[in-house]
């Protein structure tokens, strides 16, 4: 039996609207509580915010989305549905992978197909290996998912179970890089399968194996677009909490916390108090220490992940060997990890991800014109350059990019921009992430399960943390379950109930023409219109205060259509993988 919160808990006020915090408010809402969510910016979604630069409608965070029965759960707990509410794109290919020696793979989640594809690229011996290599990754995935992954711990004692045993007998304990290498001995492959361990700051040479789960998901469970960008998902999860009857409140940055004793009794923001029984915080681990006045002690301080600079191009034309997810590799692979979270150096032979959104959804972009996210893994300021000294660095590194992107056969790109929008460590650090990165805190030993910062901080007994820096993790999926663990902190395990069962409000939250962008999104550190210019993005403490009510204006946003019938496999079982279980409708 974990933890919950003592005392009163029926209004609860959840700081942060992205996606941990939504997916807390949703959760939370389906318990039976009064919600009220407050969020600084002028729009849902936190590190999944929205850009709208000349016709160019950009994501400012993450681009890949897997296992999104994991944010149904979250939808369900109110009897909504994301799959009416998003229309969920599945990704054929789910990746291109790109060699420097001219070689490409398309990495396809159906077994029959990707085995194929192996055996084109490599050979029969290795589309065996990839075979017992899918084999192992689910069964990784079914010793993890319940116990390790969606659960919380009051200790280390927490992973005494049986499932340690199982996990332990499956290799998960071991290097990630040596235990893929034990199906696939072709290097290319190998990095295919290992490559996530970026997500999580830890080299594959030195992550652990049970960190190829993250592979599971890329490559096995499946990886989807939402229509109308990956904004979409916070932006519906918002009107199913405002449906399901939660107060949103927008453009209310939170300045302190009131307390008597160890309860905090009120979040006071820049308008107002707000009275609660308990809170839920989800800003960056600083700010929310800074908030409860106390940060844990570690015997040792937190090592975070390497962080990015992305950018975004508007352009009037695209490259046909890019996928909807191109993954760039260059020649090095051990010295660019060793560059990335040791050195503290630029890349000196960089991998790059490449999005083109517009191959899947057009619509991102004015008639005849492509969106590309291009993102080049650069070193932390806690390690590498610092924050002021990105000012002169970014636009150097930027033109270091495109010359790369030239000789990767993206032939002309640089005078094919008509808009963009460059995003360093700088601007991560302004937006209050540690370290200047947006992956947080790596997933070293010592960072991971029960040794991650946890959920509940002692001296403050009706606080709950969520997401990315706490349990279980950086991810999409991670932080969505990051904010149901918080709502079972508040309110216990949930029962099971029925989902979907009553018919919900569809209320859109409508664009504004003409809005600015959003203070949400890392504020950019360059534009370019025809020519290169200042950003100008107010500020959110000027932003005006929203609510999704009827008697109030919405915040500016951007369309969703709510869609489809069709929904995608459960994250536990491809279609072509019957026997593996799923998780629909288990509340964990």
Sequence with gaps: MTRTLPGPTDHVVVVGAGLAGLSAALHLLGGGRRVTVVEREELPGGRAGRLDLAGYRIDTGPTVLTMPDLADEAFAAVGDSLYERVDLL???????????????????T??????????RFAGAVEAAGYRRLRDWLQR????????????????????????????????????????????????????????????????????LAAYAVIAYMDTIAGVYFPRGGMHALPRAMAEAAAAAGADLRFGQPVTRLERSGERITAVVTDTGRIPCDAVVL???LPVTYRLLGRRPRRPLGLRHSPSAVVLHAGTDRTWPHLSHHTILFGTAWHTTFDELTRAGRLMSDPSLLVTRPTATDPGLAPPGRHLHYILAPCPNTDIGPDSAAWSDLGPRYRDSLLRELERRG???????????????????????????????????????????????????????????????????????????????????????????????????????????????????????????????????????????????????????????????????????????????????
Aim: glycine share 10%; aromatic share 6%.
């Design 90 to 108: 599945p990704l054929h290919p789910a990746y291109r992978a790109c060699f420097a020696d001219g070689s490409s793979l398309d990495v396809h």
């Design 410 to 588: 993206l032939d002309g790109v640089e005078s094919a921009i008509e808009e963009e929008c460059l995003v360093t460590p700088a601007d991560w650090h302004a937006q209050g992430h540690a370290a200047g990165t947006p992956f947080s805190a790596a997933h070293t030993f010592a960072q991971t399960g029960p040794f991650r910062p946890r959920n509940l901080v002692r001296g403050a007994e009706n606080a709950v943390l969520a997401g990315c820096g706490t349990t279980p993790g950086v991810g999409v999926p991670t932080v969505l379950l990051s904010g149901k663990l918080a709502a079972a902190r508040v309110m216990g395990l949930p029962r099971r109930r029925s989902t979907r069962s009553r018919p919900f409000a569809t209320a859109p939250l409508p664009d504004r023409a003409g809005a600015p962008a959003p203070a949400g999104s890392p504020v950019p550190s360059m534009l370019r219109a025809g020519r290169r210019a200042s950003a100008a993005v107010p500020p959110a403490q000027a932003a005006p205060r929203n609510r999704l009510t009827d008697a109030q204006e919405p915040p500016a946003s951007s369309p969703n259509s709510p869609a489809a019938a069709w929904r995608p496999p459960a994250p536990g079982g491809p279609p072509d993988d019957p026997t593996t279980p799923t998780t629909e409708g288990r509340t964990g």
């Design 282 to 284: 989800t800003p960056d």
């Design 140 to 207: 990784l995935y079914r010793a993890q998912i319940h116990r390790f992954i969606d659960a919380n711990f009051d200790s280390p004692l927490g992973l005494l179970t049986t499932d340690l045993a199982r996990l332990a007998a499956l290799g998960g304990f071991g290097r990630l890089d040596a235990r893929i290498g034990r199906f696939l001995s072709d290097e290319r492959l190998r990095r295919v399968f290992s490559f996530q361990a970026l997500y999580v700051g830890v080299p594959p040479a030195r992550a």
């Design 110 to 119: 159906g077994a029959e197909a990707m085995a194929a594809e192996v055996e």
